[in-house]
């Protein structure tokens, strides 16, 4: 079976950020229906309220799915892969990984962006302008 992925940062109420992947169909391209798959897995966790659209969930990529996605794919037409709890605030030395998971999860314009040349030092100037 052939799943979308798509990439998913929500903010919770105390601040931090949950990064999760929706995994759905390929053939499911109903971007309304698959955030509402997220709205369910946000209720579980007690985050009902947390906003969830285009701005915080994307579709990313295809990949081939395994047996235990499947399963919950043909049980409830979704599946949630759990990723990153991403604090509020920086911790004080910051590793590179901090920085990108930061950037992605607290400011919208970075949240999908492909950072992979930006070294360290860059990655800290933005976090600290802000912006």
């Known amino acids: 079976m052939s799943v979308a992925v ?10 931090s950020v949950m990064h999760f992947d929706i995994l759905v169909p390929s053939t499911l391209k109903d971007a309304l229906a698959i955030h509402q798959y997220g709205k369910e897995y946000l209720a579980t966790k007690n985050e009902s309220s947390a906003r969830l659209d285009t701005e915080e969930c994307r579709f990313c990529h295809v990949e081939d799915a395994g047996a235990d ?7 409830s037409g979704y599946y949630i892969l759990e990723m990153d709890d991403i604090p509020a605030a920086l911790p004080t030395n910051p590793t590179r990984r901090d920085l ?13 962006a492909d ?8 990655l800290k100037a933005v976090v600290q302008l802000g912006n």
């Open 6 to 15: 798509w990439d998913t940062y929500v903010k919770k109420r105390d601040g």
């Open 69 to 75: 996605v499947k399963a919950a794919i043909q049980a």
């Open 100 to 112: 990108v998971l930061h950037l992605r999860a607290h400011y919208a314009q970075y949240r999908f």
């Open 115 to 122: 950072l992979r040349g930006k070294t360290e030092e860059e």
